[in-house]
């Protein structure tokens, strides 16, 4: 039987992380799985809570959290509405926050291996954690960004730094969403310890990289741009497929959409040892 267990840690800035585990009884010795979620996404978007059954029911614990900062609160789990959280997160934020569920999923299930899967801005996260963190053991990213400063304009930064804050389009709810001055910050302080290829060509266990050859938010050259850096990563394209692998939010279908289907079975096999 699955069963999907709710949990609170304390995230940056005294702001919370709400995550939950999902997990079928009937297996006994269960790898987890820590699901990391991109910019504007967060751990119920669209299709993310059937992927975790999918998951379980293969005999992995699938873990999922929204960062501290990710704009959605307890009250409600399914939008960004706090957009002055949204506003105020920075990438080592994210990276703490990610590092305390880490923490939790570690303490709380010591004898299993974890997995980490990261999406998109949490792709990134996740090739920072996987090139310097043992505790992982393996890990898939999925439509994974190479460079966190893709994620916004170089034009936009002196503009950025004078105002304080500029705005990115939610593309679904066509929102203007606020990013503070301080994600600017936080990365030139941090930019050799932000390097995504740098921490690509660093990694030393088994690393998947799925990407959509139809992904107009991140294209697929920069999944070859991070296979070129590490030549030991797995890159299987996900044929015809979008950002989000057909997924969409609210996803009211009881099955997830035939290319996300087929990301979830490369990512069995591929923790699998297939």
Same mark, same amino acid.
């Given at each position: 039987?699955?069963?999907?267990?709710?949990?609170?840690?304390?995230?940056?800035?005294?702001?919370?992380?709400?995550?939950? !585990?999902?997990?079928?009884?009937?297996?006994?010795? +269960?790898?987890?799985?820590?699901?990391?979620? &991109?910019?504007?996404?967060?751990?119920?978007?669209?299709?993310?809570?059937?992927?975790? /059954?999918?998951?379980?029911?293969?005999?992995?614990?699938?873990?999922?959290?929204?960062?501290?900062?990710?704009?959605?609160?307890? +009250?409600?789990?399914?939008? !960004?509405?706090?957009?002055?959280?949204?506003?105020?997160?920075?990438?080592?934020?994210?990276? &703490?926050?990610?590092?305390?569920?880490?923490?939790?999923?570690?303490?709380?299930?010591? $004898?299993?291996?974890?997995?980490?899967?990261?999406?998109?801005? =949490?792709? &990134?996260?996740?090739? $920072?954690?996987?090139? =310097?963190?043992?505790?992982?053991?393996?890990?898939?990213?999925?439509?994974?960004?190479?460079?966190?400063?893709?994620?916004?304009?170089?034009?936009?930064?002196?503009?950025?730094?004078?105002?304080?804050?500029?705005?990115?389009?939610?593309?679904?709810?066509? /929102?203007?969403?606020? $990013?503070?001055?301080?994600?600017? /910050?936080?990365?030139?302080?941090?930019?050799? /310890?932000?390097?995504?290829?740098?921490?690509?060509?660093?990694?030393?266990?088994?690393?998947?990289?799925?990407?959509?050859?139809?992904?107009?938010?991140?294209?697929?050259?920069?999944?070859?741009?991070?296979? +070129?850096?590490? !030549?030991?990563?797995?890159?299987?394209?996900?044929?015809?497929?979008?950002?989000?692998?057909?997924?969409?939010?609210?996803?009211?279908?009881?099955?997830?959409?035939? +290319? $996300?289907?087929? !990301?979830?079975?490369?990512?069995?096999?591929?923790?699998?040892?297939?």
């Amino acid at each position: 039987m699955i069963k999907r267990e709710q949990f609170i840690l304390s995230g940056a800035n005294d702001k919370t992380i709400s995550g939950d !585990v999902t997990y079928d009884e009937t297996h006994t010795s +269960q790898p987890s799985i820590i699901f990391v979620h &991109g910019i504007k996404g967060f751990k119920d978007w669209g299709t993310h809570n059937l992927v975790a /059954e999918a998951f379980a029911k293969e005999g992995y614990r699938y873990v999922k959290f929204n960062l501290s900062h990710s704009g959605v609160t307890q +009250q409600v789990p399914d939008e !960004v509405t706090d957009l002055e959280a949204f506003a105020a997160a920075t990438i080592s934020m994210d990276l &703490g926050d990610l590092d305390t569920a880490i923490n939790y999923v570690a303490h709380t299930y010591p $004898l299993e291996p974890v997995y980490l899967i990261g999406h998109s801005r =949490g792709g &990134g996260l996740a090739i $920072l954690k996987g090139a =310097g963190d043992e505790r992982i053991k393996k890990i898939v990213t999925w439509s994974a960004i190479a460079d966190f400063s893709s994620l916004w304009k170089k034009e936009q930064e002196e503009e950025w730094l004078e105002n304080g804050r500029i705005y990115v389009e939610n593309a679904r709810t066509k /929102e203007k969403m606020p $990013l503070n001055s301080t994600l600017l /910050e936080d990365y030139k302080a941090h930019k050799a /310890e932000f390097d995504i290829l740098e921490a690509a060509a660093a990694i030393q266990i088994p690393w998947l990289i799925l990407h959509g050859d139809d992904d107009i938010n991140v294209p697929f050259s920069v999944a070859q741009q991070l296979a +070129q850096v590490q !030549v030991k990563a797995r890159l299987q394209k996900i044929q015809g497929a979008n950002h989000v692998y057909g997924s969409s939010h609210p996803y009211t279908a009881t099955s997830l959409p035939p +290319q $996300l289907q087929e !990301v979830v079975e490369k990512t069995l096999a591929f923790f699998k040892g297939e």
